[in-house]
């Protein structure tokens, strides 16, 4: 069986407003190949140009000589050492005097008839013209021009390819501004998350009117840390903040800081704050902060110089801001529990903002504003929706609406259905179905009854969670599943409601065992999932008898005081009693679950048969079942919820 619980992969949505897609290789071939193109048409242009001055015939000096003397030219321009003669017939030549010699001397030294030239009509032009220059330096600059545009061309290209060689430390940050609104993001598109936008709020009012707030003498906060799992909205909330400010909005993720180069990642960061302060006022959001604000010091991660100069920069700035600066840095991370504590002090990154996982009135807002552009059939109930998905963040239900629409469009319909949602609850949750995936006979045989034994237990069991629906189609990388859903969202969760957990998962486990009497590696997973809770049981919330209210690991599953990896803050003696205290939460649990399974065979072979037969019950036909053989199916209000 497969947890409901287990979080599906994550969607990332990267917007990126600047840097191309193109890989870098491919990038300097079209760019080379450009600068070649555009070397060839100069190229062709210049000998244009030749060609033209050409295609006008040339006469010698003597030649031209006799021609004056027997009277037969009009006029003659001189251009430098050029010659444009004008015939009295209308005709035109070119020709060349010895340069730096007057033309009338040069003529006289080919003993022209002076009273023929003096008919001539001879003008000097400047020779200063554009086209005069262009054809003279062209042969010597153009390649020139043309090897330096070309290198330029190279070097950009090095630059994007991440090679930095020029561009040593300028920041990476994209930049949004507040004019581009096709980007543009504002609260209106952040569904639920109620508490954080009032918080953040604040900070809208503050960028857009932070006089007030200086007027009398109000800090503003420098910097917000948002916290949250992945895919709850952290990066689109920052955005938001941002849009409803109209401020540009500096983003840049945590990684990117850390490069190869010692010493670049802080000065990364005094680049991106100068860049921030000349736009302020301006948001700088930091994205993945854990990945640079790690704790310090530790040895963990290989003690990471580079990361803690990084991290020591981005204290500094946050500290050598003026209070009027008009920039506000937040930042996001789902490990609020490794960040370095100087990062948390009052002064920097003192305002907290949690994004919970969000609840069923949550979820469905956060479909509505996904369903925006999609048409829906008349069918379609998005509250039903939102009740079948607790668990789900918001990128999970971005993505299943995607995939609902993905679904529709494949089967050529033109509007999204019930039944497209639905089915993608599952996609989301458990990976696509593989019909493809065949059983033999006995492997199907004991899918089902495994199957069958899971939701037998949750039914039979209090504090289980009801089953909607129970399949042996594999998905994913599961063989088969049973769909459990909570009655509601719950928030904490009880040391009865573990138990009956662990029972469940074991159920799979216990019917292999007592009805098949052989073992396969089916339960591998079931049996992480129990032992795992069990352990945390113990070690976590102190709701074991014999170790009492001590809790031996924090949230995060390292020892609590202990700051590195494998630093056990409790004895062997302690670990060995953990052991044995798991050990015995596993072992009472499998004796309840055969108690079960032994009490309930009529029904876990009926379930198991049917299956077999339909592969998939759904919640009405199991309840059914349920009801025949004596067993009432929970209903909203018979579930206590004790805490
Ligand atoms: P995080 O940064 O917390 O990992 P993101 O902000 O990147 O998550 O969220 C991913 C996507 O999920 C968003 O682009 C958005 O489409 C959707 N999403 C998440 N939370 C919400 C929400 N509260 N309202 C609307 N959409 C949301
Ligand atoms: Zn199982
Ligand atoms: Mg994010």
Redesign the pocket.
């Known amino acids: 069986m497969k947890m409901p619980l287990n979080k599906p992969k994550?969607?990332?949505?990267t917007k990126s407003s600047k840097g191309g897609g193109t890989s870098p290789g491919q990038g300097i071939m079209k760019q080379a190949f450009m600068a070649l193109v555009i070397f060839l048409l100069l190229v062709s242009l210049y000998s244009l140009f030749s060609d033209m001055s050409k295609s006008i015939e040339e006469v010698s000096l003597s030649e031209l000589t006799q021609e004056i003397s027997t009277g037969n030219i009009s006029a003659i321009v001189v251009t430098g050492d050029k010659l444009e003669v004008t015939y009295l017939d209308g005709g035109e030549r070119v020709s060349k005097k010895e340069a730096g010699t007057a033309l009338t001397t040069t003529l006289k030294n080919y003993d022209v008839n002076k009273e023929a030239l003096s008919k001539v009509n001879i003008e000097v032009k400047n020779d200063q013209g554009f086209l005069y220059w262009f054809a003279s330096l062209a042969p010597i600059f153009l390649p020139i021009a043309f090897i330096v545009f070309f290198l330029w061309f190279l070097s950009r290209q090095v630059k994007g390819a991440g090679m930095q060689a020029f561009s040593f430390g300028q920041s990476k940050a994209r930049l949004t501004t507040p004019d581009d609104k096709s980007q543009q993001v504002t609260f209106k598109?952040?569904?639920?998350?109620k508490e954080a936008k009032e918080e953040l709020r604040e900070i809208v009012d503050f960028l857009k009117n932070p006089k007030k707030f200086l007027d009398i003498g109000a800090r503003i906060p420098k910097g917000i840390l948002l916290m949250?799992?992945?895919?709850?909205?952290?990066?689109?909330?920052a955005r938001a903040v941002a849009g409803e400010a109209g401020v540009s909005f500096f983003s840049i993720s945590g990684s990117e800081f850390v490069e190869m180069f010692v010493g670049v990642g802080a000065s990364r960061v005094r680049d991106l704050f100068d860049l921030a302060k000349k736009a302020a006022p301006a948001i700088i959001f930091v994205?993945e902060i854990d990945a640079v604000g790690r704790v310090r010091g530790t040895g963990v991660g290989g003690g990471n110089d580079e990361r803690e100069q990084t991290l020591n920069q981005i204290l500094v700035e946050l500290d050598g801001f003026e209070p009027n600066e008009k920039v506000i840095v937040m930042a996001?991370t789902?490990r609020p529990d490794v960040l370095d504590p100087a990062l948390l002090r009052p002064g920097r990154f003192d305002r907290r903002v949690t994004?919970d996982l969000?609840d069923r009135k949550?979820r469905e807002?956060?479909l509505l504003?996904?369903a925006r552009k999609k048409p829906f059939a008349e069918d379609v109930r998005i509250a039903l929706i939102a009740e079948r998905t607790p668990g789900f963040?918001?990128?999970d239900?971005?993505s299943l609406m995607n995939e609902a629409a993905i679904l529709a469009a494949r089967e050529s319909r033109t509007k999204v259905s019930q039944f497209d949602l639905i089915r993608s609850i599952e996609k989301v949750m458990l990976g696509p179905e593989r019909k493809s995936h065949i059983l033999s006979k006995r492997e199907k045989e004991l899918t089902a009854f495994h199957e069958a034994g899971h939701a037998v237990v949750a039914s039979v069991l209090a504090y289980a969670d009801p089953v909607h629906k129970i399949s042996i189609i594999s998905r994913g990388r599961v063989a088969g599943y049973v769909l459990k859903l909570p009655l509601e969202d719950r928030k904490l969760q009880s040391k009865k409601e573990f138990l009956d957990d662990i029972a469940v998962a074991l159920g799979g486990y216990v019917v292999e065992k007592t009805i098949f009497e052989d073992l396969t590696t089916g339960p591998s997973n079931d049996l992480q999932v129990a032992t795992a809770l069990a352990r945390d049981m113990v070690t976590k919330y102190g709701m074991s008898e014999k170790m009492g209210p001590m809790a031996l690991e924090s949230a995060s599953g390292k020892p609590i005081f202990g700051l590195g990896v494998g630093d056990k803050e409790y004895s062997e003696r302690v670990g060995a009693m953990i052991d044995a205290e798991v050990s015995k939460i596993m072992n009472d649990a499998m004796k309840k679950v055969e108690k079960i399974i032994k009490d309930h065979r009529k029904i876990l072979d009926t379930i198991a048969r049917r299956l077999v037969e339909v592969e998939t019950i759904e919640q009405k036909e199991f309840e059914e079942i349920l009801v025949a053989h004596g067993i009432t199916p929970k209903k909203k209000k018979d579930i206590e919820h004790q805490v």
């Open positions: 994550r969607i990332i949505i598109d952040v569904a639920g998350c949250g799992a992945p895919g709850t909205g952290k990066t689109l909330l994205d996001a789902n994004l969000p949550d807002d956060i504003i996904h963040s918001g990128a239900l971005y």
